[in-house]
């Protein structure tokens, strides 16, 4: 059940220690034999495809009269004037996803990490569960529960919830579906589990004495949480900000399902490309560039974190 | 099963022979050779990170020497696999195998050897470190001494020519520990099984062993019987790792039986055998134990021995003994262990004594040492055990 | 403890007697619980709404305002014609993807966990890579190439881009549970007479164990759950998610929620019987 929680450590782990350093003759090709055939299997099906991407970014054509590699930057310099806003959108709300991810995950991490006794496994067995259930019907059930004549939208609009947040932009004065609001909500929730999950291993692993130390030497508990829990589950913090950001900017169906109509995210572009307008050129280069703008905002981000050993 | 896995025979001493070990480069055991006799307690004691561990782990077969030969008896195991040597260890942090019970660690190796009536052994040995009820247990559920004890056994019970014990006591009690320690000697004893001992705890050392060596930074400084390497340390490091001695600055002016040393305008006499020079400028050494103290500068000492005059500067009650600070002629402060048998309530801060000693309780160093060398090392290598 | 210092003592007389702060100190002492408790509510929102429309019957083709109760839905789950086949497929597809990645992404896990080899840091992050590329983006490049090569797309493409993208997730969950496996332990067996192979399967594997199995939970949910690449890679093969996203645009008949339903309650019960028992044998031993 811990998969995500062994996956976070894994992101944070650290280079093994001891290793065998590989003799002389058959064991030295044994990693290379044990790594052969799932390597090959990303080479052919990752780094193959994601290298023709990057090639069909550059070609000019229609299907009809084929396409021709050309080289054609221009691909980019339309792709990015006339789509930059969705590149932004996607990205302010992968951001503000991660954020609420960050708020909402962490009290609960640390509940059950801390506080929850014997109630442990009951609890992570709660946080996990619901995400069995397939991602497109939670979603299903988010149109239904911020529908505007829904309990949820109701009391909302009576507390003036949605009167305020319309002001930042985020719902319209009665509505909150088809709203961002509603699309970030959508993101936060399916992908609170991989925020939630590394935050647990990451607090998990450390030892609830060195609060009770920071505490005996003079914190309070706010300060003992600033100087000593987060900076401990910081590794746990980077693995679900990555496992959070990076899913979100990317993902389409939340903003399909419960966002605006004209205001789509950048996944939802390169679908329309690939599948309705048939423009493979500026499809792949919508893709490249996402995934060039994502690796830089992750590497920018796991330095500012320093934590390198990601990788 | 292979034929190199037999009990303890006759006449199978353990040899190192100028091995070495690099991590890169840096030396951890440094051209070390070692004779340890069938049936032998041998101890290793130095400070932290001097090389024992990775001395046991050659033997082990867990590391191989980046140079030397390593024998038993008259075959050459130093490039055996480990599962092919009698040798067991006893792991400095246990390694129990935590998805197997108590009894299944212990029964490990004989199941390994096809071995019958694993049973019997097993409960035989578990009563043996005192855990008969605990067999179905798994190894987190057990306290660190029991942990410890169920790693002696899982390594006993094979009967192993030699048993390696990396600080196997370190997490007991002090009463258990004493236990443990008489326990070990005995089972040593009837098994006949060559005992390698590392420890910190050079008490622990001393009770228990037949030959201890003193280890530093990768070299064995000196190896001997714990009364000849306590009475008649070589090295300044040997001297001080094992309990405390006073070293005066001296040169040797006569040689032999009688030999004399010359101390500031003193010369005092001492055993030729125990000058430990070959230069002249030396060391004297006297462990605080062996000097005698008395009331006043003309005390009465019994004749032969060497005397000083001096003043108290401290003393300090510690029960079993009472440790004064003396003010030699030049100055020096000397560490003095007096028995309180009958104290003389006279020695306190500021009277004036004589202290003296048997010439041939005193020891010369080569005075090109370091004199401090190995002297706080122990009280700081006992915590970093604590931290491995 | 006998001697309590001040500041103690008056705290736990203003906890005794000053009722008027209770309600307020009680939430301040209970602020991070009472947040679980609230993530845990917002979590299980769309469960109780998943589950509650299950019984509903529909007026119109959209299950989402509620009419009156039926098991109409639960009696009759095959009754939407592709949905059943759909799910059949998604299970098939899951489990084989789960079986192919779990294989090959611990070898690979293995040789990054116990081996040093030139291009260590290169497969690390080969591995990596799958993981920080969207969906959206692996999902279109992998149509690319298909389309280049002439592959016609269906379940054969689904599953090549299955176990693609559940391969970094299986290397990393099987490698962190290497990596905290002690090397003392293996050198123990070997010290017992243990050779290799049976050090392997005696020691290394069965601690390793745990790790597969989570390894391979996880692969499943991701290639059960999956949309956006086998929606770029599916040709006209209808899996369980795409068969939600027609319906979606379609009309959601209440079986969907039938099957959400007991997806959750199948996870429930295979993950408290998983916890009691290993919770039995623990206070067994
Ligand atoms: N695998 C290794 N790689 C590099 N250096 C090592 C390795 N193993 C040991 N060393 C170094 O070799 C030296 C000797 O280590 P060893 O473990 O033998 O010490 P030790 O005498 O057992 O110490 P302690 O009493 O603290 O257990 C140490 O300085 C240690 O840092
Ligand atoms: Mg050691």
Redesign the pocket.
Known sequence: MSGGALLAESLAEKAPQ?LKTTGPGRRKLTPYLLLLPGLLWLAVFFVAPTISLAQNSLQQGNLIDGFQFTFHIANYTAALSSYWPQFLRSFVYAGLATIFCIMIGYPLAYTIAFRAGRWKNAMLVLVIAPFFTSFLIRTLAWQTILADNSIVVSIMRSLHITNLLAVVGLTQSTRVLNTPLAVVAGLTYNFLPFMTLPLYAALDRMDPRLIEAGQDLYCSPWTAFRKITWPLSLPGVVAGTLLTFIPAAGDYINSRLLGVPNQAMIGEVIDLKYFSELDYPTASALSFTLLIAILILVSLYVRRAGTEELV | MSDSVTTAGAGVDLQLINVTKR?GD?T?VDDLTLTIPQGSFFALL?P????????LRMVAGLEEPTDGTIKLGAEDITWAKPYRRPVNTVF?SYALFPHLDIFENVAFGLRRRGQKDVKKQVDDILELVELGGLARRKPPQLSGGQQQRVALARALINRPKVLLLDEPLGALDLKLRRQMQLELKRIQLEVGITFVH?T?DQEEAMTMADTIAVMNVGRVEQMGAPTDLYENPSTTFAANFLGQSNFFNGRVMQRGTDAQVQVGDRTLRMDGSRIHSAGDDVHLGVRPEKLRIAFGADAEMPTGFNRLEGVVTDASFIGVSTQYLVRVPWGQEVIVFEQNTNRDSRVDNGAPVTIAWDPLHAFALDASQDVAAGADLDDE?AP??VA? | MAVQTPTQSTKIARVGSARPGGPIRWIRAHIVPLGAGAALLYMFLPIFVVVAFSFNRPNGRYNDKWVRFSTNAWQHPCAVSGMCSGLKLSLTIGLIATVVSVILGTLVAFALGRYRFRGRSATNLLIFMPMATPEVVMGSSLLALFVMLRVQSGTMTILIAHIMFCLSFVVVTVKARIAALDPRLEQAAMDLYANERVTFWKITFPLVLPGIVAAALLAFSLSFDDFIITYFNSGATVTFPIFVWGAANHGTPPQINVVGATMFLVSLVVVIVGQVSSSRRRKKA
């Not at chain 2, 932290?48 to 001395?55: F, L, R, V």
Request: with cysteine.
């Open positions: 001891s | 991590f840096f951890a130095g932290s990170g001097c090389g024992k561990t990775t001395t400095q590392v910190h290598a970093a055990a491995q």
